[in-house]
């Protein structure tokens, strides 16, 4: 599907968000990065959006959510851990190659730089992100890792030195 990005709203969630952007990162996951992982690993992600306790940190501003939306659909979202980690990033198959990820990823950039203080975003990219985290500038820390039946790679990406962002 080809997205008009003028009318995407890149943006902080509200707390009524959460429950469509966990509903997203569950489909999008199924559908692109399950079949890269064990039962354990899909076992353990489901259980990583469907939690309470996570819902109750964003609830209570200790887990950050970040929504793109255009006309009440949710087209992508981000969730950052302690500021700096990217613990979630999807964006709804049908709209990948419209620059949605780009967007959040600039975003929450722009936002843990200003707003927050942070100079490196970390993220631990799932196999089938890691072509696109690198042409966002992330670097690997170390190669491809499993733990709990999830594998990916540790990355950072340094945003004082990444000055298109800005």
Same mark, same amino acid.
């Given at each position: 599907?080809?997205?008009?990005?003028?009318?995407?709203?890149?943006?902080? $969630?509200?707390?009524?968000?959460?429950?469509? *952007?966990?509903? /997203?990162?569950?489909? #999008?996951? *199924?559908?692109?990065? $399950?079949?890269?992982?064990?039962? =354990?690993?899909?076992?353990?992600?489901?259980?990583?959006? #469907?939690?309470?306790?996570?819902?109750?940190?964003? /609830?209570?501003?200790?887990?950050?959510?970040?929504? *793109?939306?255009?006309?009440?659909?949710?087209?992508?979202?981000?969730? /950052?851990? @302690?500021?700096?980690?990217?613990?979630?990033?999807?964006?709804?198959?049908?709209?990948?190659?419209?620059?949605?990820?780009?967007?959040?990823?600039?975003?929450?950039?722009?936002?843990?730089?200003? =707003?927050?203080?942070?100079? #490196?975003? #970390?993220?631990?990219?799932?196999?089938? *992100?890691? @072509?696109?985290?690198?042409?966002?500038?992330?670097?690997?820390?170390?190669? @491809?890792? =499993?733990?709990?039946?999830?594998?990916?790679?540790?990355? @950072? /990406?340094?945003?004082?030195?990444?000055?298109?962002?800005?």
């Amino acid at each position: 599907m080809q997205v008009d990005t003028s009318k995407v709203i890149v943006r902080c $969630a509200y707390n009524s968000d959460w429950d469509g *952007a966990m509903k /997203l990162a569950w489909n #999008t996951f *199924a559908r692109f990065d $399950a079949p890269d992982y064990s039962r =354990e690993g899909i076992d353990n992600f489901r259980n990583f959006v #469907t939690d309470e306790t996570l819902h109750q940190m964003f /609830l209570a501003g200790h887990y950050q959510l970040f929504v *793109a939306v255009m006309d009440g659909k949710y087209l992508g979202m981000l969730s /950052l851990r @302690e500021k700096k980690h990217i613990s979630l990033l999807f964006v709804d198959g049908e709209c990948h190659g419209n620059g949605i990820g780009t967007a959040l990823i600039k975003f929450v950039a722009r936002y843990a730089a200003t =707003e927050e203080g942070i100079n #490196t975003l #970390t993220v631990n990219s799932s196999p089938f *992100a890691v @072509e696109f985290y690198h042409s966002m500038g992330f670097t690997d820390i170390r190669g @491809e890792t =499993e733990a709990d039946g999830i594998r990916f790679t540790p990355m @950072e /990406l340094r945003i004082n030195d990444y000055g298109k962002i800005f």
